[in-house]
């Protein structure tokens, strides 16, 4: 098999035919298939849409499982936004909780009412197939449930607020909840059981206000909805820049602490290597392997040794890793691994893995690809390790210096408050912060691994930026050249 005939898989979960047979489970799958855990939070890219698809294959296999996926679509997400009555009028936390719950409630029905057989609360599941049919066999999807809804509330008031100390007793009444309520915990207690799976959320989220208060309705339903029968269980999948925001934006924080973070430790990083070359080796008639790594990779690069340096070049999640082995293999000529291939494959992946953190942060921080435009131009050839005075000099010369009319820069360039800049940098995974001495020796500290305060005393710019920043950095032979 040729190394640069290796497939690696599709970046995207969703689009990936052969997920499923190389997926790797993990801790945090056995306890979300217990059911232990209805909220989980990731970095982009650390495997939340894998992870649902894996859950959405076991719980299906399951019997009396009924399972429903809910992944709003980015402009259904955009329409609800952009709405200037939702926005002004409308907006609110309990407004979303309430056409949120309509909507699972609705989709539950139509699933149980179009597959189920008469084993279940008859009156209820009569009632379920009623749903099923008027719907043509799938709910409406969240804008028409939002319209509808709206609709209702505006023929009564031109606001919420005019509702007063009715408000939850009319959007419950408006919503048809009680009646849809009624009848699906009826189903559910009688014996169905309901997996409900809440994906792709940050699509056309814009870290508006309504854009928080639609995502904190939907964590209010599923909090509702836990409550009302041990067969009804949600589980949504959040960015973890996301989930910080709104649990900032609440006063109800304490409800939704119990979360899966997903982390990755070395092992479990390296079985995704490893499952998807033995995939390919199996499509191959070659025969699995044990520990395949080493048929692809070479033993070391420099003076490191190949696993320890690509993970170093991550931000601890399955999909940089895999792009940079993407990176290498696509240019390696012939059979044998190559650390010079390795090596050259370093720059296209940083400057990919730049772009890609431009877009995460690109509803916080707008406008960063220009900031890492000026440094790469005004900073090439400049060290990666550098301490408080040489860092504070870089910033200030990009607050007066780039061209960049966004709220946060803005911020940062009338109170020329460099802090603030060191902590955003850190916060998005550009820098880590550098600490010498102690009893474990010297060590950098980066916000996707353990809970640190930084002091920015020294930063290191994250091993996978230095290339696309066009940072000095030379790796030893073993010769020592």
């Given at each position: 098999m040729h190394i640069s005939e290796i497939n690696w898989g599709d970046d995207s979960a969703e689009r990936d035919p052969f997920l499923l047979e190389y997926f790797v489970t993990s801790d945090a799958f056995q306890r979300l298939r217990a059911r232990t855990k209805s909220i989980v939070v990731g970095r982009k890219g650390s495997g939340k849409s894998a992870l649902r698809k894996k859950l959405e294959q076991t719980f299906q296999s399951e019997a009396d499982t009924h399972v429903v996926n809910l992944s709003p679509k980015f402009n259904s997400i955009r329409n609800i936004l952009n709405d200037r009555d939702i926005a002004d009028n409308f907006g609110q936390e309990i407004f979303f909780q309430h056409t949120w719950l309509r909507q699972i409630l609705l989709d539950c029905l139509c699933e149980v009412g179009h597959h189920a057989k008469g084993k279940y609360a008859a009156d209820s599941l009569d009632f379920a197939r009623r749903i099923s049919v008027e719907l043509n066999r799938t709910s409406k999807d969240l804008v028409e449930n939002v319209a509808d809804i709206l609709s209702r509330l505006k023929g009564k008031a031109g606001s919420l607020g005019e509702f007063g100390l009715t408000l939850e007793r009319e959007l419950r009444n408006v919503a048809d909840v009680d009646s849809l309520e009624h009848h699906l915990v009826s189903v559910a207690n009688s014996g169905a059981k309901f997996v409900i799976l809440v994906d792709d959320l940050d699509l056309g989220w814009n870290n508006s206000a309504v854009a928080n208060n639609l995502l904190l309705g939907l964590l209010a339903a599923i909090n509702h909805l836990a409550s009302l029968s041990r067969n009804l269980y949600v589980c949504v999948f959040l960015r973890e820049d996301v989930y910080s925001i709104l649990i900032t934006q609440t006063q109800h924080s304490d409800k939704y602490r119990n979360i899966e973070r997903i982390r990755w430790e070395k092992d479990d990083l390296l079985r995704i290597l490893n499952e998807r070359v033995n995939f390919n080796r199996d499509r191959a008639n070659l025969g699995k392997l044990a520990n395949p790594f080493n048929t692809v990779f070479p033993l070391t690069i420099g003076t490191s040794n190949t696993d320890n340096w690509l993970l170093e070049r991550t931000l601890g999640r399955p999909r940089e890793l895999i792009q940079l082995a993407r990176y290498y293999t696509e240019s390696v000529e012939g059979d044998d691994p190559s650390d010079e291939a390795l090596k050259l494959s370093e720059q296209g992946y940083s400057s990919w893995k730049l772009d890609d953190l431009c877009t995460e942060y690109s509803n916080q921080y707008p406008g960063l690809i220009s900031i890492f435009s000026y440094w790469k131009t005004n900073f090439f050839r400049h060290k990666y390790h550098l301490k408080r005075a040489e860092i504070?000099?870089?910033?200030?010369?990009?607050?007066?210096?780039?061209?960049?009319?966004?709220?946060?820069?803005?911020?940062?360039?009338?109170?020329?408050?460099?802090?603030?800049?060191?902590?955003?940098?850190?916060?998005?995974?550009?820098?880590?912060?550098?600490?010498?001495?102690?009893?474990?020796?010297?060590?950098?500290?980066?916000?996707?691994?353990?809970?640190?305060?930084?002091?920015?005393?020294?930063?290191?710019?994250?091993?996978?930026?230095?290339?696309?920043?066009?940072t000095v950095e030379r790796i030893r032979t073993k010769a020592g050249n």
């Open positions: 504070e000099e870089m910033l200030l010369r990009i607050a007066t210096e780039v061209a960049l009319n966004e709220e946060w820069f803005n911020t940062i360039v009338s109170t020329t408050d460099i802090d603030v800049f060191l902590k955003i940098l850190y916060e998005i995974g550009f820098i880590g912060d550098y600490v010498q001495g102690g009893e474990g020796g010297s060590k950098t500290f980066y916000s996707y691994l353990d809970r640190h305060e930084p002091r920015f005393e020294e930063i290191q710019i994250h091993p996978c930026f230095r290339r696309a920043a066009n």
